[in-house]
């Protein structure tokens, strides 16, 4: 039997226990005043919870079978090989097993296998048929005899509800943990790799160098190559990015909230929304060629010509981080008035009222009553903002370029720090030399930044609202 | 004026006395669908005249005539849904932010058209200020909510001037005491009752003409409620004030005259006294016993 029909009786086994479940529950049921009045917990319960008793079981059974059975059956195969086969390296002995595998699964093998590699696959083919057969057995037992056993108990008096909720409410708590157990199992192994990488270059190097030039020799013969880790160039590319990015998008975005939810009327709120959240959901690709091949090249034309006119004698790149800033600006648009425009919306009419009824204006009321009132979500969704534009790495690739310059001339191109981690990253350098573990570095210091940043919107935030709610 | 003017037994003033055939008037009018009692006052400081209010297609006031004396206090009584607040928003054009809303009829600040298409809003709202229902300070501080009406309308140049505004508002509406040592404090911070004191420190700080109030207790416990009729009663002495309440008793301690609405319509307008001991409608008789409502 394999995997998947297992699993598929399984399903059955569950629809059939919750049928029974429910049905002795409802012949239990003293009806007679209509209803039942006698059941602790409504029939659905008892059939859940008998259906819960027969699944768990049986689906935990397959699941780690499934997790463990290929460690033990390698172990097994490995421990039939013959004696000098057992000695080799654990690279070669990998290859065996590979062409063991191989041979099992009837695919082809390079040349003709050895005899011991043929036994080995018969035993293989073996073993795997009577490991799926014991798996189906065991699980489709435990699950059918617990049912029947969660069957008898079935009594008026059984807390039945409580139980179900109790699985239940474990079920979304494990739901919950693994969200918060990824983020950990990222962070620390982001931090250890980063602990190997100042184990190579020091950390005051990293945080104060501004010299970032990640090449590093792979032959000791090599000329030019000794590889600068400094960030300074790097977060000061992230920032005139993001703060370019910011000055283009706040004020717009934050307009067209005020417009949205104070000044248009409905069908015009049922045009602009829904297309303004279009621009959300352009890929950044899209974006990236449009700020590469269509923007940058404006700006370097538009800038020339300004300075032949002013007659200064300078250069402007083709890749700048202008062009990528403005046309993220453009692409974070969308967050800050769509968020924007929840927050002022959910400001409550009485407030309005209140204002308009004292003899204020609209733009009175929307600047000293509204926009104070909705402000920590504003400030929320601008941070939101930040962030995207902080991690965003596509139109940065494409329209400032790799060149990391320390500048705050916006003509210059830079480049962020997610980009480098990109460029650190594909290439096939071996992966424990400093220049990849570097990526790793550079990870966990945008992620503390981003953290302070939210931190610190979150007390911002909260301050604000103790003082005003 | 208009032909409700027209029937000589409901103009008078106030005090007016009672003819012998009022009685049979008033009957034939109650059979006429017309407003009975004095709705009309002499020197009004604001008068209505045919007034209708349409949401969208939906009428919700139905020939409303009705005047405010000066320094009098006008209560406004009905069932739920019978218009109370529509007529009272008409009277500042608050219903401006209802989309749908639309006003017909004369309505008169003294001589000027509140509803003139060419009006400037903003002065009118200065004259003629508004207590809602719930309390709605602004999230500022207490000092800065009562501060804010003098400082749209420019009326302060200097911050002691702004200071004396805000202390002598407090003081009539009885928060100072309660306040003063934390003026800049936020508004959202005080208990309900000390909120609607609030609001209505904020809406006498532009010194209004006349201030409306719409249910302005409801949110609140008989204490706080006691504080805020004693109030009224101490602002009528400079104020000429229009509240919709669902509380007889509030309407008998505070009013002048009570206005009695049903249906949109404007049912009986009488000296508070009358209404409540010997009104001329069976409507008003049905709503003032309990029969509903
Ligand atoms: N914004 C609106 N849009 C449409 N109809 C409205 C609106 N506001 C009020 N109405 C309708 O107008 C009528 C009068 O409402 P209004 O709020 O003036 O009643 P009210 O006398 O103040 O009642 P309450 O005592 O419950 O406050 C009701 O039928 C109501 O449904
Ligand atoms: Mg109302």
Redesign the pocket.
């Known amino acids: 039997m394999n995997t998947s029909s297992l699993l598929l009786t399984i399903v059955v086994l569950i629809a059939v226990a919750y049928f029974f479940g429910r049905r002795r529950s409802v012949s239990l049921a003293d009806t007679s005043q209509g209803g039942y009045r006698n059941l602790n917990s409504l029939p659905f319960y008892y059939g859940t919870l008998t259906a819960l008793w027969c699944g768990i079981p049986a689906l935990l059974v397959v699941a780690l079978w499934l997790v463990f059975d290929n460690t033990i059956i390698d172990s097994l195969i490995l421990a039939q090989l013959p004696e000098p086969v057992r000695a080799l390296p654990d690279g070669e002995l990998g290859l065996v097993l590979n062409s063991i595998k191989n041979l099992a699964a009837e695919n082809m093998t390079a040349g003709d296998p050895e005899p011991y590699v043929v036994a080995a696959a018969d035993s293989l083919n073996r073993i795997t048929a009577i490991s799926q057969m014991a798996m189906a057995v065991l699980g489709l037992t435990l699950g059918m005899s617990l049912a029947v056993f969660s069957w008898f108990r079935i009594q008026p008096q059984q807390k039945a509800r409580l139980q179900v909720e109790k699985v239940f409410k474990f079920i979304l708590l494990s739901c919950a943990s693994i969200a918060i157990l990824t983020t950990v199992g990222i962070v620390f192994s982001v931090i250890f790799e980063s602990l190997r990488f100042f184990q190579a270059v020091p950390f005051t190097e990293f945080i104060f160098g501004t010299h970032w030039s990640p090449q590093m020799a792979i032959r000791a013969d090599q000329v030019g190559s000794s590889g600068a880790f400094g960030i300074i160039p790097l977060f000061t590319g992230t920032l005139l990015i993001s703060a370019i990015a910011l000055i283009v998008a706040v004020p717009t975005g934050l307009m067209t909230a005020i417009y949205l939810s104070e000044y248009a009327s409905s069908t015009v709120r049922s045009i602009v929304k829904p297309l303004l959240e279009v621009l959300a959901g352009i890929p950044t690709v899209v974006y990236g060629f449009f700020a590469a091949l269509t923007i940058a090249p404006l700006i370097r034309d538009g800038g020339a010509w300004t300075f032949e006119f002013l007659g200064l004698q300078m250069a402007i790149s083709s890749e700048s981080a202008l062009a990528a800033g403005l046309v993220m600006g453009v692409m974070i648009i969308p967050f800050v008035s769509s968020l924007s425009d929840d927050v002022i919306n959910a400001v409550p009419q009485a407030l309005r009222d209140g204002s308009f009824g004292l003899g204020a204006t609209r733009s009175e009321t929307i600047k000293q009553v509204v926009l104070p009132a909705a402000l920590p979500g504003i400030v929320g969704s601008v941070l939101l903002a930040a962030s995207r534009a902080i991690g965003e790495t596509m139109i940065v690739v494409m329209a400032a370029g790799l060149a990391a310059n320390l500048t705050a001339n916006p003509l210059e191109s830079v480049t962020t720090v997610t980009v480098q981690i990109v460029t650190l990253l594909v290439g096939d350098q071996e992966f424990d030399s400093p220049k990849t573990l570097a990526a790793f570095a550079l990870g966990l210091m945008l992620f503390i930044v981003t953290l302070a940043l939210n931190y610190l919107a979150l007390h911002v935030v909260k301050k604000y609202r103790e003082q005003y709610e | 004026m208009e032909a409700t003017v027209g029937s000589a037994n409901t103009i008078g003033k106030l005090n007016s006395e009672a003819p012998v055939s009022k009685a049979t008037a008033n009957y034939k009018e109650q059979a006429a669908g017309k407003t009975v009692g004095i709705p009309f006052v002499e020197h009004p400081k604001m008068s209505m005249r045919d007034v209708q ?1 349409y ?2 297609d ?1 009428q ?2 139905f020939d409303v005539g009705l005047d405010i004396g000066k320094n009098e206090v006008v209560a406004m009584i ?12 008409c009277l500042n054009r608050m219903n401006d932010t ?1 989309d ?2 639309r006003v017909e009829g004369s309505l008169k600040l003294e001589e000027l058209d509140i509803y003139d298409p060419k009006l400037d809003v903003v002065p009118l709202r200065a004259r003629v200020g508004m207590v809602f ?1 719930k309390p709605n300070p602004f999230p500022k501080s207490i000092y800065d909510n009562v501060a804010y009406g003098p400082r749209i309308h420019g009326l302060v140049s200097r911050k002691s001037e702004l200071d004396e505004i805000v202390e002598t508002s407090l003081r009539r509406a009885g928060l100072w005491e309660e306040v003063k040592d934390r003026l800049l404090s936020p508004g959202t911070g005080l208990s309900g009752g000390q909120q609607q004191r609030l609001c209505i420190a904020r809406t006498i700080a532009v010194s209004p003409e006349v201030i409306l109030m ?2 302005p207790c409801s949110a609140l416990d008989p204490i706080a409620t006691a504080k805020i009729e004693e109030l009224i009663a101490e602002l009528s002495a400079n104020f000429t004030i229009a509240i ?1 309440t ?1 509380s007889m008793q509030q309407a008998a301690r505070v009013s002048d005259r009570t206005a009695y ?1 049903h249906l ?1 319509k404007l049912i009986e307008v009488n000296e508070t006294e009358k209404v409540f001991t010997n009104p001329d409608h069976e409507l008003t008789e049905a709503y003032i016993t309990g029969r509903f409502g």
């Open positions: 209010v949401y969208g939906k919700a006031i009905g069932p739920s849904g019978c218009g109370k607040s529509t007529f009272l928003r209802i749908i809303c229902q719409d249910e919709v669902h609405f949109g």
